[in-house]
């Protein structure tokens, strides 16, 4: 069965750094891109980041370039993103999810984690 | 980037009746790389339809998609008391992927 769990959300002041994690199992994560989503309160679904599942370069929303980094770590099927020069504006739910094709970066999200809150203020 | 628009903002519509929403792009969406998902209340999206009109893996065939280019459509055939739900259509043809800001089916 495909899993993905998120951890790593918490509250954190204006300014903070924070590192969310997402564990996968239940498939070869090394050939499968992945994605960050969030949701801020009430709102609706924000692409954040995507990563192809090795050798390419990382790609992020406006919002976020610069101050947000995703990677991935094959070896232990975990997806990461690292938040820096957090902003109140960054208040939301964040999903991972798998892109649906193996090896193809251009692919809706076929499985989702449960989201893990990051809350700024 | 692509900046996709949903339309209406809210559908109310009763059990059984037939459901129709709208997502446009701003500019075409090669290969009709699109998506439409269903999001309730403290869960996580679900995806319904991939490459504009392929429904995913256990997606009832009264969901449905189609369109191309800038216009494109979910169709919901007959409205089941668990469809009533909001619905996201996303890009994914360029390397920035966009959602749409959503329709919500609530019940009439």
């Known amino acids: 069965e495909v899993q993905l769990v998120e951890s790593g959300g918490d509250l954190v002041q204006p300014g903070g750094s924070l590192r969310l994690s997402c564990a996968a199992s239940g498939f070869s994560f090394g050939n499968y891109d992945m994605s960050w989503v969030r949701q801020a309160p009430g709102k609706g679904l924000e692409w954040v980041s995507g990563i192809c599942s090795s050798g390419c370069s990382p790609y992020y929303a406006d919002s976020v370039k610069g101050r947000f980094t995703i990677s991935r770590d094959n070896s232990k099927n975990t997806l990461y993103l690292q938040m820096n020069s957090l902003r109140v504006d960054d208040t939301a739910v964040y999903f991972c999810?798998?892109?649906?094709?193996?090896?193809?970066?251009?692919?809706?999200?076929?499985?989702w984690g449960q989201g893990t809150l990051v809350s700024v203020s | 980037d692509i900046v996709l628009t949903q339309s209406p903002g809210t559908l109310s519509l009763s059990p059984g009746e037939r459901a129709t929403l709208s997502c446009r792009a701003s500019q075409s969406v090669t290969r009709n790389y699109l998506a439409w998902y269903q999001q309730k209340a403290g869960q996580a999206p679900r995806l319904l339809i991939y490459d504009a009109s392929s429904r995913a893996t256990g997606i009832p065939d009264r969901f449905s998609g189609s369109g191309s280019g800038t216009d494109f459509t979910l169709t919901i055939s007959r409205l089941e008391p668990e469809d009533f739900a909001v619905y996201y259509c996303q890009q994914y043809a360029t390397f920035l992927f966009s959602f749409g800001p959503g329709t919500k089916v609530d019940i009439k």
């Open positions: 999810a798998r892109h649906k094709d193996a090896l193809r970066y251009n692919a809706g999200g076929d499985y």
